[in-house]
């Protein structure tokens, strides 16, 4: 059975979760922390629930056999669309981005006008609608996929004029709206955090889901006694389902590790 020393799980379809490890890390730096990302099938974004949910269970599995006593499902659209599937199928508290997204956009809105941002299959999905709709009745969420948020993160385009531009596009409908806190939906967007607030403006607070999610894990393993006691720091290991270079390369990006160390595996049919 998982106990305090065993290790937190955390799975995206790509490596934008890296950016909840760097949360959790940061939060949590005794815990020991085991990263899969789907990279053979990304993006998850773009496919059906229930290839979704099949994937994501394939993760989770992958995770529980090193033995992981938590499970944080760091991909939004998984989060969105297979939460229910992985905790009717495992016994292991998981976690997902959503909840704690919406909790802190409704803590921090005074208008009750909130924007989302993330993949077509979060949009879509209504998610954040409605976990924020059920904390605070009567709020105005307006969402809006940002499909090109990704590839520009993964292509280390950060600050280019292209960035710049296509925030414009994607985003001057918040200004328009006049939302006083926007979501980042998708775990690629905290490293656009600085264009994003740019375009949207000082008036618009913005929560990152990786900081919001880290908090999360933190109370949940408090609660439930499963903190890890060491005052040793904690390790981290960090496996791929493909392209182990071109991640290695995304992940000094994400986590400012030089020496990151990644070990190619497979997940069903992958």
């Known amino acids: 059975m998982p106990g305090r020393s065993s290790p937190v799980g955390v799975f995206d379809s790509g490596v934008g979760g890296l950016s909840v490890i760097k949360a959790l890390m940061e939060r949590l730096p005794h815990e020991d922390y085991i990263y899969i990302g789907d990279t053979a099938r990304l993006p998850y974004g773009t496919k059906t629930k229930s290839t979704i949910a099949r994937f994501s269970i394939e993760n989770a599995e992958f995770l529980l056999s090193k033995g992981v006593k938590l499970v944080v499902v760091a991909c939004n659209s998984a989060s969105a669309t297979a939460l229910d599937a992985l905790r009717a199928r495992f016994d292991v508290p998981i976690i997902g981005v959503i909840k704690p997204g919406a909790d802190a956009a409704v803590e921090s809105t005074t208008s009750g006008s909130i924007g989302v941002i993330g993949t077509e299959a979060t949009i879509n999905s209504g998610c954040y ?13 307006l969402g809006k996929p ?120 497979r997940l069903g049919a992958s």
Request: proline share 6%.
């Open 129 to 141: 609608e409605h976990e924020i709709l059920r904390l605070r009745p009567g709020a105005r969420v």
């Open 146 to 265: 940002c499909p090109l948020f990704v590839p520009l993160v993964e292509e280390s385009w950060l600050d280019d004029p292209i960035t710049h531009q296509v925030a414009e596009r994607y985003l001057a409908v918040f200004r328009a709206t006049r939302v006083d806190v926007l979501i980042l939906g998708c775990t690629h967007y905290p490293l656009l955090a600085g264009v994003i607030a740019d375009v949207v403006g000082p008036g618009t607070a913005i929560v990152d889901s990786a900081s919001t999610v880290a908090g999360a894990v933190e109370r949940l393993l408090i609660k439930m006694n499963l903190a890890n006691d060491s005052d040793s720091p904690g390790t981290h290991k960090f496996y791929v389902t493909d392209l182990p270079a071109k991640i290695k390369r995304i992940g000094r990006m994400f986590l400012g590790i030089d020496d990151l160390s990644i070990e190619l595996v």
